[in-house]
């Protein structure tokens, strides 16, 4: 059986790109795999966020992977922090990386934008990344197409190490959806729909009741043409919606774009798919929120499984450096 690993940062809400780009092939690909899926809480620390708010993102997530369908009777929903082998094989791994392959990496140089001023942590966030990966010996690392280079670095770095010290990593490989794997801003459709708080109108939170979905995507900014048609190099914003609704309802962008001949006819079909989607996963959030024992249990239980594992490719990756 194939072993995943994927993970999400608990740095503000999850929206939709993160459930059509992740955590909706995670829920439905669960049975077939082995998998293990890490709230990274590390990884959140780089954009210095408030202590008591990140405690309580931390939890919110775990509450929101439980709701979009993830058992925990069968697959391991652990944090990051609680499994201490992570930041210990990132530093080793960051002992094998280069200041050049860091620099080249491209969200780094978004964030960082050339200031000096920049977190040290937000360099080496991508070999924090790879230690995640490889300490679970993951096949497949199913994520958005906006994490493609992280995959890259931590497949070279595996390959790299295995080489250098035997054949202690499995090389991961990427698994990115083919259709929504960067769902834009509604507002702004040559961005990424994100968890910044820049744009709540394009953002579709995944709690987010009927009404706000409705109005947001009803708001959608498209183009002054009337043609319904899937281009997203010429047409961001109606490509996006499009894209959305072949998410939605399992069919292919382009062909669906041939049945509209109006944005508001599409629009509200997008609006209506979306609600439809997201409404049991809000129902399941609101139940979990009542029920906050049952989640603590679940990451408790996570953090002891995923640390056998850990520990066990931790062990033999320092031992085979000298340590
Ligand atoms: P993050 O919110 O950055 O921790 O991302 C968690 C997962 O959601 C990763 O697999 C990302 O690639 C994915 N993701 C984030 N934003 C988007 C987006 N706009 N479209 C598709 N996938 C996304
Ligand atoms: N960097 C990823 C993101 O921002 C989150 C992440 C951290 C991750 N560790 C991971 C994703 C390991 C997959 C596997 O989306």
Redesign the pocket.
């Known amino acids: 059986m194939a072993r995943v690993l994927?993970?999400?940062?608990p740095?503000g809400d999850?929206?939709l790109?993160?459930y059509?780009?992740?955590f909706r092939t995670w829920s439905e690909q669960q049975h077939e795999h082995e998998s293990f899926y890490c709230i990274?809480n590390l990884h959140a620390l780089t954009v210095d966020p408030d202590p008591a708010a990140l405690r309580e993102r931390t939890t919110n997530a775990a509450v929101l992977l439980l709701a979009v369908g993830l058992d925990p009777k069968i697959s391991t929903i652990f944090v990051q922090s609680q499994v201490p082998e992570h930041p210990r094989l990132a530093w080793l791994l960051e002992c094998t990386a280069t200041m050049g392959e860091l620099r080249r990496m491209t969200q780094f140089k978004e964030k960082a934008g050339g200031s000096e001023g920049v977190r040290a942590g937000l360099f080496t966030y991508p070999v924090l990344m790879a230690a995640d990966i490889l300490l679970y010996q993951a096949d497949r690392v199913?994520?958005?197409?906006?994490?493609r280079q992280h995959l890259e670095l931590a497949r070279e770095l595996a390959i790299r190490f295995n080489h250098r010290y035997g054949e202690i990593f499995t090389v991961p490989e990427a698994f990115i959806p083919k259709v929504?794997?960067?769902?834009?801003d509604l507002q702004h459709p040559s961005q990424?729909?994100?968890?910044s708080l820049q744009s709540p109108q394009g953002t579709i939170r995944l709690l987010d009741d009927d009404e706000a979905i409705d109005r947001k995507v009803r708001r959608a900014v498209t183009d002054t043409e009337t043609e319904v048609r899937y281009d997203p190099a010429a047409k961001p914003g109606v490509s996006n919606l499009l894209e959305i609704l072949g998410a939605a309802s399992g069919k292919d962008p382009a062909e669906l774009a041939h049945a509209y001949s109006s944005y508001r006819q599409l629009k509200s079909d997008v609006a209506e798919a979306v609600v439809e989607m997201l409404r049991p996963i809000r129902a399941r959030a609101r139940e979990l929120t009542d029920d906050m024992a049952t989640v603590a249990a679940v990451l408790e239980e996570g953090a002891a499984r995923a640390h056998e594992v850990a520990s066990a490719t931790y062990a033999k990756a320092a031992e085979a450096m000298g340590i």
Do not use: E, I
């Open positions: 994927s993970g999400v940062q740095s999850f929206h790109g993160n059509l780009g992740a990274v199913p994520v958005g197409d906006d994490q929504a794997a960067r769902v834009m990424k729909m994100s968890k």
